[in-house]
């Protein structure tokens, strides 16, 4: 305190003071502090009137300048903090602080008068007229005037900003998804082998499919093209159903049929050893009267038979291929490229990779890297074409193959497509309900470029329903829908392989009387999951409960009816589940089971992919009532069922263990361990 007493600087009229005699030096200056006083005082009041105003905490200040109205708590202590504030500022007695102070004052009411012309520019009449609507409005803007709230005073609402992609997904060719009235003929695409035609017509193809009839054209120009114009690679995203696979086998078989040395020239890659295996007997039914060899490659043989059946060693001229085209998944593939001497893949035409969009998430066993690497020696996956100059014009060397990427739900993500290297792409895609797109390359229209992206399409013939259930009526729900339509050929989808194993046991006991159940998932092998499905095509299966061990990519002969009774975990998984139905340009109906919380996270999936909301599916409680007590004798059979199947697997369990070579001779050991330390203490008593 004592150092503001002796630094306090009065200004001149002090110096003349500090002459005369004690006594008035004295009178004056406490005359000084005293009117400094009032002054502070004054602009205290002033300050804080304003400055509650501002922060809207108790000056409920009529517009009319009457009283302001009842304080709460908070008020009093804000003010009390305030005095106490002011109160250090007069016990500092800084002169420059009652300027400030003063200063400040003036400038909040200055910033009042503002306000007041304000309001009345806005409202045309003196405040004392505005209504608590009016005055509530004017103490907004005053808090607003008072305080900038971040954000909100110059707010403006911001244009949506437009995707910028690049020009191949931007400017993809349109496919249509009318299956119905199809255009082109088989022999409408010349120059097809007559091979591949009588082929065709045995299996009753007599029109190619839209994006049959892009792709297959496209492909085959490609193709004849000299090898120095490296070939673009192809993404083709179609509905379902909807042909993609003999889209890229007719082009394939086309293009290698005329070859003179057998190397492996296309390479087709599926995510799971079922799809393999759908994919080959395809290639198989177009390469039957021809010289091409195809090969499956998925470890269902042993791997030394794989070998065998790839390449052969010859002792004049070394290793050399026993195939042309090659159906694998990605980690056989990678076992073969480490282990298989002589498996070489430098003569590549085609580089397929179907459910493209699941390998791409899934990368197993880096199978891409090494695939690039064996192709071109470490210089994939980015590749460009040389320059062109006379060396390069006269080379000889291959192009890269081209990569064919399909899927009903192919990712339109550049980013994640730019871990394949593709080269100059070119993107064939489908738009349901979106007529001004269909057919032919996408308009000049920017409003609706690019707009397909991320979305997926479901088959035209697809009806699809939702039906609201609980998680009690769920079963009964199941069994009433079937059994109350006659439905046949219905697959319906669960969430895990037990639960396939319990829901069809629980619908067979059920059904016994209306309809045959039968389960697959992949704990049951794959012959016999051939079986079941040779079974329910055969029409001797009305009912097919399933892992989601078949909701992607395949090709179930007859399925009528979908049913999801567990909710899809994604709109892909919806998308491939129901896309079981409604194939190849026949109708087929959907019905996806959801409880009440379900509903909206579901609606919100669907509008991502730019569908609308389903109809609804409805059921009368009444005739899930009548079912109970089926269902109560039903959940018994059940129950004893489970408990036998488990007791057989403990003694089969059990049984293995007896059997197991190392548990017999460890047990052995044991044994012969006793009857020696037995030995040991027979000894040592008959000694003693
Ligand atoms: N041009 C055609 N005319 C008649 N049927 C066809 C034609 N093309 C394909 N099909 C049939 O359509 C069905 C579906 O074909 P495919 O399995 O290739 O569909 P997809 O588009 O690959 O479906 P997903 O995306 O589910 O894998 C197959 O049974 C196939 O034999």
Redesign the pocket.
């Known amino acids: 305190m004592d150092l503001f007493v002796v630094n306090r600087y009065f200004g001149d009229d002090d110096k003349k003071i500090k002459d005369s005699d004690e006594k008035a030096k004295l009178a004056a200056l406490l005359s000084k502090i005293e009117e400094r006083r009032k002054q502070r005082e004054v602009a205290q009041k002033s300050k804080l009137g304003s400055e509650s105003f501002d922060l809207g905490y108790h000056v409920n200040e009529k517009v009319d300048g009457t009283a302001p109205s009842v304080k709460s708590d908070k008020d009093e202590e804000g003010a009390t903090n305030r005095k106490r504030q002011s109160d250090t500022v007069s016990q500092h007695g800084n002169a420059n602080f009652e300027n400030e102070a003063v200063e400040a004052s003036a400038a909040q009411k200055k910033k009042k008068k503002k306000h007041k012309r304000k309001w009345k520019e806005i409202n045309g009449s003196e405040g004392g007229e505005a209504n608590a609507g009016e005055k509530k409005e004017m103490k907004t803007l005053e808090k607003i005037e008072g305080f900038t709230v971040i954000g909100t005073e110059n707010f403006k609402k911001k244009q949506k900003v437009k995707r910028v992609l690049p020009y191949w997904l931007a400017n993809p060719s349109i496919v249509s998804v009318n299956l119905q009235q199809l255009t082109t003929t088989v022999k409408d695409i010349p120059g097809l082998d007559k091979n591949i035609i009588r082929a065709l017509k045995r299996?009753?193809?007599t029109?190619?499919?839209p994006v049959?009839a892009q792709v297959i054209p496209w492909l085959l120009a490609a193709y004849k093209r000299p090898t120095r114009y490296w070939p673009h690679d192809i993404c083709v995203s179609?509905?379902?159903?909807?042909?993609?696979?003999?889209a890229f086998v007719i082009p394939i078989v086309q293009a290698l049929c005329y070859r003179f040395v057998q190397q492996v020239r296309a390479l087709v890659v599926l995510p799971v050893q079922d799809l393999a295996v759908q994919v080959y007997r395809v290639f198989l039914t177009y390469t039957q009267h021809t010289d091409l060899k195809v090969a499956l490659v998925t470890g269902q043989t042993s791997f030394h038979k794989e070998q065998q059946q790839l390449v052969a060693l010859s002792p004049v001229t070394g290793y050399h291929s026993l195939v042309d085209i090659v159906v694998t998944t990605p980690g056989r593939l990678v076992d073969h490229l480490q282990s298989t001497s002589g498996f070489t893949l430098k003569h590549l035409r085609f580089l397929v990779i179907d459910e493209a969009d699941r390998i791409i998430e899934n990368i197993q066993n880096n199978w891409l890297y090494h695939l690039y690497s064996h192709i071109s020696a470490g210089n994939a996956p980015t590749c460009h074409p040389p320059a062109l100059t006379i060396a390069t014009l006269e080379s000889t060397s291959s192009p890269p193959p081209q990569k064919l990427l399909f899927?009903?739900t192919l990712t339109q993500d550049p980013e994640k497509l730019q871990q394949l290297g593709l080269f100059q792409p070119k993107l064939f895609t489908s738009v349901v309900g979106d007529d001004q797109l269909e057919n032919g390359d996408i308009g000049k229209d920017e409003a609706v470029r690019g707009d397909f992206v991320g979305k997926f399409t479901t088959p035209a013939e697809l009806s699809e329903y939702v039906c609201l259930v609980t998680p009690e009526s769920k079963p009964l729900a199941l069994y009433h829908i079937i059994a109350s339509n006659s439905w046949q050929h219905v697959l319906v989808f669960v969430g895990s392989r037990k639960d396939a194993h319990r829901l069809s046991l629980l619908l067979s006991y059920l059904g016994q009387k209306s309809f045959k159940v039968a389960e697959i998932s992949s704990s049951l092998s794959r012959p016999a999951r051939e079986k079941v499905l040779a079974k329910f095509a055969a029409g001797k299966i009305d009912v097919l409960v399933s892992s989601d061990a078949l909701a992607r990519?395949m090709?179930i002969e007859g399925v009528d009816y979908v049913i999801l009774y567990s909710a899809p975990k994604s709109i892909k998984n919806y998308i491939?589940r129901v896309?079981r139905t409604g194939?190849?340009g026949k109708p087929g109906t959907s019905v996806t089971f959801l409880q009440d919380s379900q509903v909206a996270s579901f609606n919100e999936m669907l509008h991502s992919a730019s569908k609308g909301d389903l109809q609804k599916m409805d059921i009368q409680q009444s005739k899930l009532e009548e079912l109970e007590d089926a269902y109560t004798l039903a959940l018994e059979h059940l129950k004893g069922h489970l408990e036998r199947e488990e007791k057989q697997q403990l003694k089969a369990k059990k049984r293995r263990k007896k059997q197991d070579p190392l548990i017999q001779k460890y047990r052995e050991r044991k044994r012969r361990f006793k009857v020696r330390k037995l030995k040991k203490l027979d000894k040592a008593t008959t000694i003693g």
């Not at 179609?238 to 003999?246: N, W």
């Open positions: 299996n009753k193809i029109h190619f499919f049959q179609a509905p379902t159903g909807s042909g993609k696979t003999l899927s009903a990519g090709d491939h896309g194939r190849a």
